[in-house]
């Protein structure tokens, strides 16, 4: 650890890192398996939306089923939406249930009021007599149970960017068992 005084100091552990071609960040190599940097691509062949409705692209940052994180057991996507877009509206990419539960977050780029989602999301759950349409206009979190049929999902009167994730709880190979439904509500 280089210090500053009896403090550790960031910027000369930045240029002793440099000049060492220690790139592992300030982490040390024992904890580095615990470490994801960069994202990982979509499939870009897959596209969750449809042109005429507006199309998201997926990325990758955690995903235990791909092995980028094993360990975690846990998945992250994130795309930011900067127009009207529509996911879980085609055959290959519709509606689903995954033995998993899922988080699904939407959130605001507006610095002065985080509320401030800058558009409208529908996001529907269940199915038959049990389904609804949940309606968000601000910064929110949807939290979908393990065996819960959801999507499509809708975002419209977009004004600003606003960053989508979706968090795979406790995945396993859950994602693989997953149970598809077709489109609805297009």
Not at 21 to 29: D, E, I
Not at 34 to 52: A, F, L, N, S
Request: glycine share 10%; hydrophobic share 40%.
């Amino acid at each position: 650890m280089i210090k500053y005084g009896d403090r550790p100091h960031l910027g000369l552990m930045v240029m002793e890192q440099a000049k060492t071609g220690n790139t592992t960040g300030l982490v040390s190599p024992k904890y580095e398996k615990y470490i994801v940097r960069g994202v990982t691509p979509g499939d870009p062949k897959v596209q969750w939306g449809r042109p005429d409705l507006g199309v998201m692209h997926l990325v990758w940052l955690l995903a235990g089923a791909k092995n980028i994180l094993p360990v975690s057991n846990t998945m992250l996507e994130y795309t930011w939406i900067s127009k009207d877009s529509a996911f879980g509206v085609t055959n290959d990419r519709g509606p689903h249930a995954h033995p998993c539960a899922e988080l699904f977050l939407f959130l605001g780029s507006n610095p002065n009021d985080f509320d401030d989602l800058g558009a409208e999301v529908e996001f529907w759950m269940g199915e038959g007599e049990d389904l609804e349409k949940v309606k968000l206009n601000k910064s929110g979190l949807i939290y979908v149970p393990k065996g819960l049929m959801h999507l499509p999902l809708f975002v419209r009167n977009v004004k600003r960017p606003v960053l989508h994730m979706v968090i795979g709880l406790d995945i396993g190979d859950s994602l693989t068992k997953t149970q598809r439904y077709p489109p609805r509500g297009v």
